[in-house]
């Protein structure tokens, strides 16, 4: 078995040459070829259910293109590991990746959004942080437990795993899946500490720059119908070096692509501004987490007891949250009940168009919630019931909130390909951000309004918006909009 495992990553492709290998026809990539074991995984149940969980939540409200799942940006993010993990082992054969890493690396890509729940990351965003005993449940940790769940639904898979030499594989793929934390102070002990540089690849909250965006950047614009200046990973993978810095082996990258990192991150913020957080779209999101939230004690799924979990449960027992898909919407909707008619009047809503009414689009210098939301309750006075009000606050960022995540990548040059440097902005371009945080808030309310309503919300709107910008917009008169 150890040699099975040994000999399964790295063939070479298109098919790989393994018997049980499988192509996979991508819009984005092409064929995708994966080795046996691989395929192994893709044919669980655990895995299938990616189909049922779109890449991008309700933005197909607003973009109708956008219906892409979490299936194929899974298997879309393992080929980009193969690829890059190939050519680091080409390059700098020093470095003793073996087979079994180069598989482990792939198999963390292949799992790293199995724990997902319904419409993406609106379900640990916007719905989960309001379940008593889920609060503060994140889809990495829900990737973890699927993924244990898949090996001991799978044994021969645990089994093929388990025979390593080069570690514990298994702590090793859940370590990737986890990915590196912010400061990137954390010891791994799926691997030594020399291969450090292979947690880098999958999720790297350090710099923000892995395979996961590489893959979702380019399949999201293409599925929403917008362009992008990110069009392709092959220069970041040519042009990347494991280097030592500060006693760890970490990824480097050339120093002529510092401008194509900073348009890396441009994608980012313009996927946010034109896609993740339309004005409409999120609405649609906030009306089906206030949907969810409201009917999570009535939405009940079998667990690996038998017992029935209602929503805040099953994100805790694999069997019940492998049941939990988008499907959820059409239950509700569908449902006869009055348990769930509050829930299944918001999602009625949602199909006939009838958003919460809502304040225009704010930006604000800094997130204060408190003083967003006294400024808020003044606004709304006695007019009508504060409760039946939000506010929703949003970042555009480049990932690293209100920091340049390009100062935290190191570079080198052609002529001292051992020695790392990192590049100020002044650098790299004159024209690059000096800001690279955009904090927007917005007012809602919630109940469907009358005509009276409708006038009073004009007032509180209007009353909230000049507290926040501190001016109302200024509409030119007819001689000024002619110059």
Not at 83 to 100: A, N
Not at 313 to 341: I, M, Q, Y
């Amino acid at each position: 078995m150890e040699g099975e495992l040994m000999k399964t990553s790295l063939s070479e492709g298109p098919g790989r040459g393994q018997s049980g290998s499988k192509v996979y026809n991508d819009p984005i990539h092409g064929q995708i070829s994966l080795d046996r074991l691989l395929v192994k995984i893709v044919d669980t149940q655990q895995f299938q259910r990616l189909r049922f969980i779109k890449q991008m939540g309700c933005k197909s409200f607003v973009y109708p293109g956008a219906v892409h799942t979490r299936f194929e940006h899974s298997i879309g993010t393992c080929h980009l590991a193969h690829k890059y993990v190939k050519s680091i082992r080409r390059g700098q054969p020093e470095l003793g990746i073996t087979d079994e890493d180069a598989l482990c690396v792939e198999i963390g890509a292949l799992c790293h959004d199995l724990g997902h729940g319904p419409f993406s990351h609106v379900f640990d965003c916007n719905v989960t942080p309001h379940l008593p005993g889920a609060e503060h449940w994140k889809h990495e940790g829900g990737s973890i437990m699927m993924f244990d769940h898949l090996l001991d639904t799978h044994p021969q898979i645990r089994e093929e795993l388990e025979h390593g030499r080069d570690g514990d594989n298994i702590e090793f793929i859940r370590e990737i899946i986890r990915g590196t934390s912010k400061d990137g102070d954390q010891n791994f002990i799926g691997r030594s500490r020399d291969k450090w540089f292979l947690y880098e690849i999958v999720a790297n909250k350090l710099s923000g720059i892995d395979i996961d965006k590489w893959d979702y950047f380019v399949r999201d614009c293409y599925f929403l119908g917008i362009g992008s200046s990110f069009r392709d990973s092959k220069r970041f993978i040519q042009f990347s070096r494991v280097i030592e810095v500060k006693g760890r082996r970490r990824i480097c990258y050339r120093d002529k692509l510092a401008e194509n990192l900073y348009q890396l991150f441009n994608t980012r913020v313009y996927l946010h501004q034109t896609a993740v957080h339309h004005s409409t779209a999120r609405l649609v999101e906030r009306m089906l987490a206030d949907a969810l939230v409201l009917a999570y004690t009535h939405l009940v799924f079998e667990g690996k007891d038998g017992r029935k979990k209602n929503l805040a449960e099953a994100v805790h027992d694999p069997v019940a949250f492998g049941k939990l898909t988008d499907d959820v919407f059409t239950r509700v909707l569908n449902s006869s009940g009055s348990e769930l008619a509050e829930s299944r009047a918001l999602l009625e809503r949602i199909l006939e168009r009838r958003m919460y009414p809502h304040s225009r689009t704010l930006c604000i210098a800094n997130v204060n919630e408190e003083e967003i939301n006294r400024k808020a309750e003044h606004a709304i006075g006695s007019l009508l019931n504060r409760d039946d009000f939000a506010t929703d606050m949003v970042s555009i960022d480049y990932g690293q909130g209100s920091e340049n995540p390009i100062s935290k990548v190191f570079f080198f040059e052609k002529s001292e390909p051992n020695s790392v440097f990192r590049l100020a902005p002044s650098e790299v371009s004159a024209t690059l951000p000096v800001c690279f945080q955009d904090l927007r808030v917005v007012l809602l309310y919630k109940k469907e309004p009358t005509q009276e309503d409708s006038e009073k919300l004009r007032e509180i709107f209007a009353s909230f918006e000049h507290s926040v910008s501190g001016s109302p917009r200024r509409y030119l008169d007819k001689s000024e909009s002619e110059n």
